[in-house]
């Protein structure tokens, strides 16, 4: 049966990793759910964390795996550099994280520091880093301890992959940083508003108007409820005692075990 809630929403904005893809595999009923919400004439945008990917490249990924209604799709990656920029103007920044992310920070106007020359640093940005060393960890936190502010993607503890393993995620990478060096990060991507807010920009629709879902209770709902938006947990492994659509109290609005189900709720299947 539809929930008013969800059945009056005009957009839905959804997380990707662990949400709508785990690892290079859509999880069950997302491509069928996404294209339903899509003929019904939602909105549809997608926020990722990823600190490796821009969302065109995501928009790709999508794309290659049967979705074909991406049209918005937003990570850290489209505002980092500016965040920066806006808060420290041009800098001379020390990147621990991916090529991707060196490059659009130096795109923005920005000077590259090598590890090596990290004292130079004005600013320190991390992101994902699969080819993290010791020597670019204390760097980093060198860096930072002396006085560059520690700007980071996103602070998430784990990276989901296919078969429910997981990486260990930016937010393990820059907590090794930020308790080295004493300092806390400035977070760029969610729970922080930035990406929420583009995404309802991008719909053209104001927060009351559109549902947040994700599987993070800290980086998807507490970030969507914070700026106004209805709030969706997905949950495929739902705690036996929550009720159908229910949530445990204070976090997300409704909580579903599948997209068949956030599907009925949303009045489209």
């Not at 020390?94 to 920005?110: C, F, Q, T, Y």
């Not at 739902?238 to 189900?261: H, K, M, Q, T, W």
């Amino acid at each position: 049966m539809p929930d008013p809630r969800l059945s009056s929403a005009r957009g839905f904005v959804f997380d990707l990793d662990g949400c709508v893809w785990s690892g290079s595999v859509l999880n069950p009923g997302a491509s069928e759910l996404l294209a339903a919400l899509h003929r019904s004439g939602r909105a549809l945008a997608f926020v990722s964390n990823n600190s490796r990917a821009t969302g065109d490249e995501l928009r790709e990924r999508l794309g290659r795996l049967g979705v074909g209604v991406a049209r918005h799709v937003l990570t850290p990656l489209e505002i980092i550099g500016e965040v920066i920029r806006q808060r420290f103007g041009p800098s001379r920044v020390l990147v621990v994280g991916a090529p991707e992310m060196a490059a659009v920070i130096a795109r923005a106007g920005h000077e590259l520091v090598d590890v090596k020359d990290y004292r130079a640093a004005t600013v320190v940005a991390v992101g994902n880093d699969f080819d993290l060393s010791y020597e670019r960890l204390t760097a980093a936190a060198r860096a930072a301890a002396g006085g560059a502010p520690l700007v980071t993607a996103n602070v998430d503890p784990r990276l989901p992959i296919e078969g429910g393993d997981f990486l260990p995620g930016c937010g393990a990478i820059v907590e090794a940083i930020a308790v080295a060096a004493g300092v806390r990060p400035i977070v760029v991507g969610k729970p922080e508003p930035p990406l929420f807010r583009m995404a309802l920009e991008r719909m053209a629709l104001p927060p009351a108007r559109a549902a947040m879902v994700g599987d993070s209770i800290p980086s998807d709902i507490r970030g969507a409820r914070a700026v106004g938006m209805l709030t969706v947990l997905y949950a495929p492994e739902r705690r036996a005692d929550a009720p159908e659509g229910g949530a445990p109290a204070g976090e997300a609005d409704l909580v579903v075990g599948s997209f068949a189900e956030l599907g009925s709720l949303a009045g489209v299947s």
